[in-house]
Every structure is written in C-alpha cells, then in structure tokens.
C-alpha cells in the first residue's frame, strides 16, 4: 500500500518513462511546408484563370509533384513532453515502465528486509509484485 501511494504521488512529477523519452536524446524531423517545398523544387502557385473562375471558383487541386535531387534539409528537434502528449501509446508506455520500477524498489526493500530479519511465517509480497509487472506487460502486448 505504501508503494502504490507513492507511485500516485510521486510519478506525475518524477517518470522514468517520461524522462527517457524526453531527456534529449531522442529528435524528430520536422516535415517541410508545401510552400517550401514548392519554393525548392521552383514551382509557383498559379492563381485562378479565366477557365476556373467560370466554374465557381472550384480549382481541381492537382498533386504537388516535387523532384527527388531537390536539396532539403530537415530541422531536427528534441522531444518534449508537448510531443508525447500525440503519441497513441505513450501513457500506458510510461504507466507500465513506471510501475516496473516501482515493483523492482518493492523487491529490492523486501529482499533486504528478508535477509536481514529472515521472518518464516510471512509472504513474500515482492514475488507479487513481479508476477503483477509480468501480467501487465503480458496484457499490454495483446491489448
């Protein structure tokens, strides 16, 4: 019970989840806007003409084709926590990593008080927690 107040109190400010994915060492390609990829690849945008303006103004958009030998450079950024935030798994990601820290400091501390006290009527209540971590992990994977 202690464990699971601390996970309630504690892991929306410290994640482990969330700090390995957002410490910096992971970056992402920001994709170009069309209009830039129309400036490097030397296309204009053509206005209406007489032709489209008689049929109400409706252009038939045509696909924006754009040369493979163009030179485009990609701004890379880091990921923040705003970039997690449209990741379609992420808070069961982070819920799962976090929960298995937590249930390895339970088996850590009940180790060292077992060694140390050798009580031979209790539980193991660290082998618990181990086998919760399995079957969440083992639910997450076919969910």
Request: aromatic content about 12%; overall charge neutral; charged content about 20%.
């Amino acid at each position: 019970m202690v464990m699971a107040s601390v996970i309630q109190k504690i892991i929306p400010h410290y994640s482990l989840a969330r700090w390995l994915l957002c410490s910096g060492s992971l970056r992402w390609y920001q994709h170009p806007t069309e209009e830039e990829l129309r400036i490097l690849a030397g296309k204009q945008q053509r206005g209406k003409s007489k032709k489209d303006r008689k049929y109400n103004g409706h252009i038939e958009n045509k696909p924006l084709t754009i040369p493979k030998d163009i030179d485009l450079h990609l701004e890379t950024k880091s990921v923040t926590e705003v970039d997690t935030l449209a990741l379609h798994y992420f808070p069961e990601y982070q819920w799962l990593v976090d929960f298995t820290v937590s249930a390895t400091v339970v088996y850590l501390v009940t180790e060292a008080y077992y060694s140390l006290m050798k009580p031979s009527q209790e539980m193991n209540i660290s082998i618990v927690w181990c086998l919760l971590v399995l079957a969440f992990a083992i639910w997450q994977q076919t969910s």
